[in-house]
Protein backbone atom coordinates (compact mmCIF):
# COMPACT_ATOMS: atom_id res chain seq x y z
CA UNK A 1 0.00 0.00 0.00
CA UNK A 2 1.94 3.24 -1.16
CA UNK A 3 -0.82 5.51 -0.81
CA UNK A 4 -3.21 6.32 1.99
CA UNK A 5 -5.66 8.87 -0.57
CA UNK A 6 -8.89 7.27 -0.89
CA UNK A 7 -8.53 4.36 1.46
CA UNK A 8 -10.62 3.61 4.59
CA UNK A 9 -8.90 3.08 8.49
CA UNK A 10 -10.26 2.13 11.41
CA UNK A 11 -8.59 3.18 14.62
CA UNK A 12 -9.47 2.02 17.91
CA UNK A 13 -7.72 3.96 20.93
CA UNK A 14 -7.80 7.00 18.94
CA UNK A 15 -8.88 9.28 21.57
CA UNK A 16 -6.02 9.94 22.50
CA UNK A 17 -1.73 9.06 21.50
CA UNK A 18 -0.87 7.37 19.21
CA UNK A 19 -4.39 6.16 17.89
CA UNK A 20 -4.96 10.08 17.90
CA UNK A 21 -2.13 10.88 16.24
CA UNK A 22 -2.68 8.23 13.38
CA UNK A 23 -5.90 9.39 12.56
CA UNK A 24 -5.10 13.24 11.67
CA UNK A 25 -1.51 11.61 9.65
CA UNK A 26 -3.94 9.55 7.79
CA UNK A 27 -6.47 12.30 6.99
CA UNK A 28 -3.60 14.90 5.94
CA UNK A 29 -3.15 12.28 3.23
CA UNK A 30 -6.81 11.87 2.02
CA UNK A 31 -7.26 8.59 4.08
CA UNK A 32 -10.82 8.37 5.46
CA UNK A 33 -11.20 6.98 9.30
CA UNK A 34 -13.16 5.69 11.56
CA UNK A 35 -12.25 5.86 14.94
CA UNK A 36 -13.33 4.41 18.20
CA UNK A 37 -12.43 4.65 21.85
CA UNK A 38 -13.69 4.03 25.55
CA UNK A 39 -12.86 7.51 26.37
CA UNK A 40 -15.71 9.47 24.54
CA UNK A 41 -14.83 12.52 25.40
CA UNK A 42 -11.30 12.06 23.93
CA UNK A 43 -12.95 10.63 20.87
CA UNK A 44 -14.97 13.57 20.83
CA UNK A 45 -11.92 15.80 20.78
CA UNK A 46 -10.39 13.69 17.76
CA UNK A 47 -13.25 14.22 16.10
CA UNK A 48 -12.93 17.68 16.07
CA UNK A 49 -9.19 18.22 14.33
CA UNK A 50 -10.52 16.21 12.24
CA UNK A 51 -12.72 18.19 10.73
CA UNK A 52 -9.76 20.43 9.54
CA UNK A 53 -9.91 17.76 6.54
CA UNK A 54 -11.93 17.09 3.56
CA UNK A 55 -12.04 13.31 4.74
CA UNK A 56 -15.26 11.26 5.82
CA UNK A 57 -14.66 10.84 9.61
CA UNK A 58 -17.12 8.43 11.71
CA UNK A 59 -16.46 7.74 15.27
CA UNK A 60 -17.37 4.70 17.72
CA UNK A 61 -17.44 4.61 21.73
CA UNK A 62 -15.87 1.28 21.91
CA UNK A 63 -14.65 -1.25 24.55
CA UNK A 64 -12.25 -3.70 22.83
CA UNK A 65 -12.66 -6.39 25.51
CA UNK A 66 -16.57 -6.94 23.83
CA UNK A 67 -15.87 -9.22 21.55
CA UNK A 68 -19.56 -8.53 19.83
CA UNK A 69 -18.95 -5.08 19.99
CA UNK A 70 -16.26 -5.15 18.14
CA UNK A 71 -17.29 -7.15 15.61
CA UNK A 72 -20.44 -4.66 15.19
CA UNK A 73 -18.37 -1.78 14.77
CA UNK A 74 -16.36 -4.03 12.08
CA UNK A 75 -19.43 -4.19 10.61
CA UNK A 76 -20.73 -0.71 11.38
CA UNK A 77 -17.30 1.19 9.29
CA UNK A 78 -17.89 -1.15 6.57
CA UNK A 79 -21.79 0.03 6.20
CA UNK A 80 -20.73 3.65 6.81
CA UNK A 81 -17.69 3.85 4.49
CA UNK A 82 -17.98 1.25 1.50
CA UNK A 83 -14.94 -0.86 2.35
CA UNK A 84 -11.97 -0.49 4.58
CA UNK A 85 -8.29 -1.19 4.36
CA UNK A 86 -6.20 -0.96 7.21
CA UNK A 87 -7.35 -1.68 10.72
CA UNK A 88 -5.01 -0.31 13.30
CA UNK A 89 -5.59 -2.07 16.84
CA UNK A 90 -3.49 0.04 18.72
CA UNK A 91 -5.96 0.31 22.23
CA UNK A 92 -3.62 -0.82 25.21
CA UNK A 93 -3.64 -0.19 29.34
CA UNK A 94 -1.09 -0.69 31.36
CA UNK A 95 -0.71 -2.38 34.83
CA UNK A 96 2.06 -2.22 37.41
CA UNK A 97 2.28 -5.17 39.46
CA UNK A 98 4.26 -7.81 40.49
CA UNK A 99 3.28 -11.28 38.92
CA UNK A 100 3.11 -13.48 42.81
CA UNK A 101 1.21 -10.60 44.13
CA UNK A 102 -1.75 -9.45 41.06
CA UNK A 103 -5.03 -10.73 41.44
CA UNK A 104 -6.51 -12.91 38.84
CA UNK A 105 -8.67 -9.98 37.80
CA UNK A 106 -6.16 -7.31 37.53
CA UNK A 107 -3.94 -9.80 34.92
CA UNK A 108 -7.56 -10.90 33.23
CA UNK A 109 -8.55 -7.28 32.94
CA UNK A 110 -5.06 -6.25 31.15
CA UNK A 111 -5.20 -9.85 28.73
CA UNK A 112 -8.76 -8.46 27.46
CA UNK A 113 -7.63 -5.10 26.52
CA UNK A 114 -4.00 -6.04 25.01
CA UNK A 115 -4.65 -9.20 23.66
CA UNK A 116 -7.90 -10.40 22.90
CA UNK A 117 -8.60 -6.87 21.73
CA UNK A 118 -6.06 -7.20 19.35
CA UNK A 119 -7.44 -10.80 18.53
CA UNK A 120 -11.10 -9.68 18.02
CA UNK A 121 -10.06 -6.42 15.96
CA UNK A 122 -8.19 -8.73 13.12
CA UNK A 123 -10.44 -11.34 12.80
CA UNK A 124 -13.39 -8.44 12.44
CA UNK A 125 -11.70 -7.29 10.04
CA UNK A 126 -10.16 -9.60 8.14
CA UNK A 127 -12.89 -10.45 5.96
CA UNK A 128 -13.28 -6.97 4.71
CA UNK A 129 -10.06 -6.21 4.50
CA UNK A 130 -9.99 -9.25 1.66
CA UNK A 131 -13.15 -7.72 0.56
CA UNK A 132 -11.20 -4.36 -0.39
CA UNK A 133 -8.73 -6.26 -2.15
CA UNK A 134 -5.96 -4.21 -0.55
CA UNK A 135 -5.60 -4.42 3.22
CA UNK A 136 -3.21 -4.05 6.21
CA UNK A 137 -3.67 -4.83 9.89
CA UNK A 138 -1.39 -2.84 11.79
CA UNK A 139 -1.34 -4.32 15.62
CA UNK A 140 0.31 -2.84 18.62
CA UNK A 141 2.88 -4.78 20.49
CA UNK A 142 5.44 -3.33 22.33
CA UNK A 143 9.18 -3.25 22.91
CA UNK A 144 8.08 -5.49 26.05
CA UNK A 145 6.87 -7.58 23.36
CA UNK A 146 11.06 -8.46 22.95
CA UNK A 147 11.70 -8.48 26.58
CA UNK A 148 10.53 -8.50 30.06
CA UNK A 149 10.72 -6.34 32.69
CA UNK A 150 10.28 -6.33 36.55
CA UNK A 151 7.23 -5.03 37.69
CA UNK A 152 5.07 -5.49 34.42
CA UNK A 153 5.13 -9.32 33.85
CA UNK A 154 1.34 -8.75 33.32
CA UNK A 155 1.95 -6.28 30.29
CA UNK A 156 4.59 -7.97 29.21
CA UNK A 157 2.62 -11.39 29.19
CA UNK A 158 0.49 -9.45 27.02
CA UNK A 159 2.74 -7.22 24.41
CA UNK A 160 4.79 -10.98 23.92
CA UNK A 161 0.68 -13.04 23.00
CA UNK A 162 0.55 -9.99 20.31
CA UNK A 163 3.44 -10.60 18.94
CA UNK A 164 3.07 -13.81 18.44
CA UNK A 165 -0.33 -13.70 17.14
CA UNK A 166 1.20 -11.05 14.56
CA UNK A 167 4.08 -13.04 13.39
CA UNK A 168 1.74 -16.36 12.75
CA UNK A 169 -0.94 -14.56 11.13
CA UNK A 170 1.63 -12.07 8.63
CA UNK A 171 2.95 -16.17 7.71
CA UNK A 172 -0.70 -17.30 7.52
CA UNK A 173 -1.93 -14.13 5.10
CA UNK A 174 1.13 -14.76 2.77
CA UNK A 175 0.82 -18.60 3.02
CA UNK A 176 -2.64 -18.04 1.42
CA UNK A 177 -1.84 -15.15 -0.84
CA UNK A 178 -4.68 -12.73 0.69
CA UNK A 179 -4.94 -9.46 -0.38
CA UNK A 180 -4.15 -8.36 2.77
CA UNK A 181 -0.73 -7.85 4.95
CA UNK A 182 0.32 -7.10 8.70
CA UNK A 183 2.79 -5.23 10.57
CA UNK A 184 3.37 -5.45 13.91
CA UNK A 185 4.23 -2.60 15.72
CA UNK A 186 6.60 -2.16 18.63
CA UNK A 187 6.98 0.68 20.53
CA UNK A 188 9.55 1.91 23.28
CA UNK A 189 8.33 5.03 24.96
CA UNK A 190 6.42 7.42 24.08
CA UNK A 191 4.68 10.23 25.46
CA UNK A 192 0.85 9.27 25.84
CA UNK A 193 -1.07 9.25 28.77
CA UNK A 194 -0.25 5.58 29.30
CA UNK A 195 1.20 5.39 32.10
CA UNK A 196 -0.69 7.91 34.74
CA UNK A 197 -3.73 5.98 33.27
CA UNK A 198 -2.00 2.93 34.14
CA UNK A 199 -3.28 0.96 37.19
CA UNK A 200 -0.80 0.26 39.80
CA UNK A 201 -0.91 -2.34 42.76
CA UNK A 202 0.28 -2.22 46.20
CA UNK A 203 2.17 -5.55 45.42
CA UNK A 204 5.09 -2.74 43.74
CA UNK A 205 5.58 -0.99 47.41
CA UNK A 206 8.85 -2.06 48.48
CA UNK A 207 9.76 -4.08 45.61
CA UNK A 208 10.21 -0.97 43.02
CA UNK A 209 8.66 1.69 44.14
CA UNK A 210 7.22 3.40 47.40
CA UNK A 211 3.98 3.99 46.28
CA UNK A 212 1.35 4.65 43.41
CA UNK A 213 2.89 8.06 42.69
CA UNK A 214 6.48 7.34 42.44
CA UNK A 215 5.72 4.15 40.27
CA UNK A 216 3.76 6.07 37.84
CA UNK A 217 6.42 8.78 37.74
CA UNK A 218 9.43 6.43 37.34
CA UNK A 219 7.32 4.92 34.63
CA UNK A 220 6.79 8.10 32.61
CA UNK A 221 10.88 8.97 32.54
CA UNK A 222 11.28 6.25 29.72
CA UNK A 223 8.60 8.38 27.61
CA UNK A 224 11.04 9.70 24.92
CA UNK A 225 9.40 9.73 21.54
CA UNK A 226 6.32 11.74 20.57
CA UNK A 227 3.09 10.58 19.74
CA UNK A 228 3.35 11.85 16.25
CA UNK A 229 6.82 10.81 15.22
CA UNK A 230 5.62 7.59 16.33
CA UNK A 231 2.45 7.52 14.33
CA UNK A 232 4.90 8.88 11.25
CA UNK A 233 7.24 5.74 11.81
CA UNK A 234 4.58 3.33 11.54
CA UNK A 235 2.75 5.23 8.58
CA UNK A 236 6.11 4.63 6.72
CA UNK A 237 6.49 0.53 7.77
CA UNK A 238 2.94 0.18 6.61
CA UNK A 239 4.17 1.74 3.25
CA UNK A 240 6.70 -0.20 2.90
CA UNK A 241 5.14 -3.49 3.97
CA UNK A 242 7.33 -3.97 6.87
CA UNK A 243 6.99 -7.08 9.01
CA UNK A 244 7.41 -5.05 12.30
CA UNK A 245 8.58 -1.46 13.36
CA UNK A 246 10.72 -0.90 15.68
CA UNK A 247 9.20 2.76 17.31
CA UNK A 248 12.02 5.02 19.12
CA UNK A 249 15.68 5.15 19.51
CA UNK A 250 14.98 3.03 23.07
CA UNK A 251 13.09 0.05 21.40
CA UNK A 252 16.26 -0.25 18.56
CA UNK A 253 18.52 -0.13 21.76
CA UNK A 254 16.90 -2.95 23.56
CA UNK A 255 16.36 -4.78 20.43
CA UNK A 256 19.52 -5.23 19.64
CA UNK A 257 20.68 -5.72 23.64
CA UNK A 258 18.40 -8.82 22.94
CA UNK A 259 19.80 -10.20 20.33
CA UNK A 260 23.47 -9.64 21.28
CA UNK A 261 22.73 -11.29 24.93
CA UNK A 262 19.44 -13.51 24.68
CA UNK A 263 19.78 -14.40 28.37
CA UNK A 264 22.52 -12.14 30.04
CA UNK A 265 20.44 -9.49 29.02
CA UNK A 266 17.75 -10.31 32.45
CA UNK A 267 20.83 -10.07 34.71
CA UNK A 268 21.57 -6.44 33.30
CA UNK A 269 17.40 -5.71 33.48
CA UNK A 270 17.28 -6.83 37.07
CA UNK A 271 19.90 -4.22 37.89
CA UNK A 272 19.01 -1.57 36.61
CA UNK A 273 15.56 -2.30 37.93
CA UNK A 274 17.32 -2.50 41.06
CA UNK A 275 19.05 0.78 41.03
CA UNK A 276 15.71 2.61 40.10
CA UNK A 277 14.00 1.41 43.36
CA UNK A 278 16.81 2.50 45.46
CA UNK A 279 16.52 6.16 43.68
CA UNK A 280 12.55 5.93 44.57
CA UNK A 281 13.54 5.41 48.20
CA UNK A 282 12.78 1.44 48.36
Not at 111 to 133: C, D, E, Q, T
Not at 248 to 275: E, I
Amino acid sequence: MKSFHDKVAAITGAGSGMGRELAIELAKQGCHVAISDVNENGLAETVEQLKAYSVRVTAQSLDVANREAVYAWADQVVADHGKVNLVFNNAGVALGATLEGVSYEDFEWIMNINFWGVVYGSKAFLPHLRASGDGHVINTSSVFGLFAVPGNGCYNASKFAVRGFNECLRQELELTRAPVSLTSVHPGGIKTGIAQSARMTKSLEGVLAKDEKSAKDNFDKLFITTANRAALIILKAVQGNKRRVLVGPDAKLFDVMVRMLPAAHQRLVTSAARKQAARSGV
